[in-house]
Structures are given as structure tokens and as C-alpha cells.
């Protein structure tokens, strides 16, 4: 008994150091820190609300700051990480479209049950849907109802925009509803193009298309709504097919590695850095196996995520909200 016990505490030692874990590690619990960011100040200098519309993304600047795209003025708001306001831009960039979906006794078979509309029945800003940072630094931002993708510079200065605004399209240059978009190892940049298509496509840094795969389906490799991806230091390609209620993994070629099922419709999807990558697929982190590691109090990721280099995490509503989370420090 005691030979076998020795061996047990042996497999389980080696395991935790083959994944980077002390062999006492617990499971962090996470604890939202009330009241972030800062209240806005009024004219009379006290303190104000801020007026979010539906806050769809959150994004770590490369000076650490917190970027917020949320849909009303100014979609595109900086503060630190402490909740203090920096600055904010962005008005006139994002389309007044809104995605929605179309009634289940409308859809076609086989055809997305996404649509969107515009102009008085669309909503301001309405487009702003996804925000990311490069590990260059630029500011990525996705306008899904304008069918494009654009690359800013950390002053807000657009450099590059990927597909055609306004024009949907299935080209190599056009998309639509488009979702997401993720970075590769080596600058290579993937964008989720999922309401209206269901496909991933992969470009070089410098907006040259590459290659795209996936079809609308259930199988490997299909999908119903690919709405968020992330790319691991190996350069395999995770994708959020929130209507089947899973992720998929790929090769950065496109071809199908594993699928993560029954893990609920996650809206968000974050890779975190350092040396054991785990990816926080809505409210769970998981390793890159597909294990559950952690989960946020209410296990909601929201509509969009990111985690700062001190491991703090932060969580865009669509209820108007930005959540931030902080490990609790075990006993």
C-alpha cells in the first residue's frame, strides 16, 4: 500500500511540473472589484455616471491601460488600470447598423440565422463589436454591420483596414458580419467572419490574403457562429462556434485538431501570455486541453475579455457594464 501511495505522489508530481503547477496549487477564486472604473466628474465636480451604451469589448494597451468599445459617443475609451479615464475617440468610425438574428421560422436551411439592419432601426455605433491589441501595440477594431476590420495606432490613427466598408461580400477582400480577429506568431492576422459567412480568414500582417477555411455546419470544421478566436504561441488557431456551444482548434493552416463540446455559447475568447497559456473561453479558464481550471463568480465572460500582465480580468457587458476581476489570495 504504501509502495503504490510513493508511485501515486510520484504521477502526480510529474504531471504538475509537465504543466506548470505546484503539486498543492488550487484552483484561483476570482473577486470583482466594485466600482471600476472612477466615476466620470460632473460640471459642479462631483461625481458622475458614466453613460456606456452596450460595452462589447475590452482590450489590454500595450502600456497596460484598459481600452472599453463600447455603442454611444466616444466608442472608444482608454483608462488605467485603476479606473482612472485617460481619453476617448472613435466618434463617426462605427456604422449605425445592428446585427440580430433572423426568427427561427424565417431561416433558410443551411444559411446563416444572422442578419443585420440599418440607419433608424440600427442604433449609434451600433457596428462596435470586437477590440483587440496586437502584440505590436497597434488597436484593432471590428465593425461587424460595416463588413470591416480597422488597424489603429495606439493614438487612434487608422493605418490599415481589412475588407470593404459597407459591401458584404464572400471574396478575399470582402466579408460579412465579420466577428473577431486574433494574431499569429509571426504577425499573421485571422478574422472570424461569422455572422453573415462562417469561415476563418487568415491574411499576413500586412493585409495579404492567405487562406480560409470552414463551412456552415455541426461536423469538424463547420461552423454555426464563429465569433471569437485566439492563436496559442504554437500557432494553432482556437475559434468560439458559440452556436454549437463549443471551440474548435486548428492548425494555422485551417486543419481541424480537436473540438472542446458542450461548453456552453461563450461570446468571449482570451489566450493568456506567459509560461503556461490558458484560454479563458467566456467566464472559464481552461488549459489548452480543454480542462476547466478557474471560473468567475456568476461564470459570465460577457460579450468580450482580456486579461493584464498582473493577471487581472476584465469583462465586457452588453448590459452596459465593465467588470474587473482579481485572483483571491489563497489561505
Known sequence: MIQRHSIVLILVSLLALAVG?????QPPTYTEVESWPHPAT????????????????????ANGYILVL???AEPIMLFDASGRFVRAWGDGLFSRGKVGAVAPGDRQPGQSGYTAVYGAAGCHACGAHAIRVDPSGNIWVVDAPAHVIYKMDATGRVLMELGSKGVSG??????NLPTDVAFGPAGEVYVSDGYGNARVVKYTA?????????????GPGEFGLPHNLAV???GQVYVTDRDNQRVQVFT??????????????????????????????????????????ATLPGGNGGHGMTVTSAGE???????????KFVATPMP
Do not use: C, K
Open 21 to 25: 503547477v505546484p503539486v498543492d496549487a
Open 42 to 61: 460632473s460640471a459642479a465636480g462631483t461625481p458622475a455616471a458614466w453613460n456606456f451604451g452596450q460595452v462589447s469589448g475590452v482590450a489590454t494597451s
Open 252 to 293: 494555422a493552416d485551417g486543419m481541424f485538431v480537436a473540438e472542446w463540446p458542450d461548453i456552453g455559447g461563450n461570446s468571449a475568447l482570451f489566450m493568456t501570455t506567459g509560461d503556461s497559456p490558458q484560454l479563458w473561453t467566456g467566464g472559464t479558464r481552461r488549459d489548452l486541453d480543454g480542462a476547466a481550471v
Open 170 to 175: 464572400t471574396s478575399q477582400h470582402t466579408f
Open 70 to 72: 463600447h455603442r454611444g
Open 313 to 323: 480580468v476584465f469583462v465586457a457587458q452588453l448590459n452596459g457594464r465593465v467588470q
Open 206 to 218: 500586412e493585409g495579404r490574403y492567405l487562406l480560409e477555411w470552414g463551412a456552415r455546419g455541426t
Open 232 to 234: 496559442d504561441r504554437a
